[in-house]
């Protein structure tokens, strides 16, 4: 079993950031791939972005286009904790953040992740 635990939201204002971390209690083969969904009430919940960990090439990493160029995902493997870090956050990026983690990035990014967190909520005020 892996719990994941995120932390690291809160509110600002628009076009400023965030570093939303998720502490992993192990990293193993079923956290191969890492990722981050968002969910905004009433709304269902988006992948966000992912990144799977070789030992030959190290992370790789896919954003979602609603984000790309203004988020970077990232994993330290020697604190076994995930991040993501938001820029130009906008109105639009209000939600609760969730981690996931799963051995194949097909299925994280599909939201089929065998291990999740309770999320941390991001609020961006205009």
């Known amino acids: 079993q892996v719990q994941l635990v995120e932390s690291g939201g809160g509110s600002v204002q628009a076009g400023g950031s965030l570093r939303l971390s998720c502490a992993a209690s192990?990293?193993?083969?079923?956290?191969?791939?890492m990722g981050w969904f968002r969910q905004a009430p009433g709304k269902e919940r988006e992948w966000v972005a992912s990144i799977y960990f070789s030992d030959i090439s190290g992370g790789t990493a896919s954003y979602a286009h609603s984000v790309k160029g203004r988020v970077t995902i990232s994993r330290d493997n020697a604190r076994s904790t995930l991040y993501l870090l938001m820029n130009s956050l906008k109105p639009e990026d209000t939600a609760m953040y969730y981690c996931a983690a799963d051995r194949l990035c097909s299925r994280v990014r599909l939201g089929r992740s065998d291990y999740w967190g309770q999320g941390t909520q991001v609020t961006v005020s205009s």
């Open positions: 192990r990293y193993t083969y079923d956290t191969t791939c």
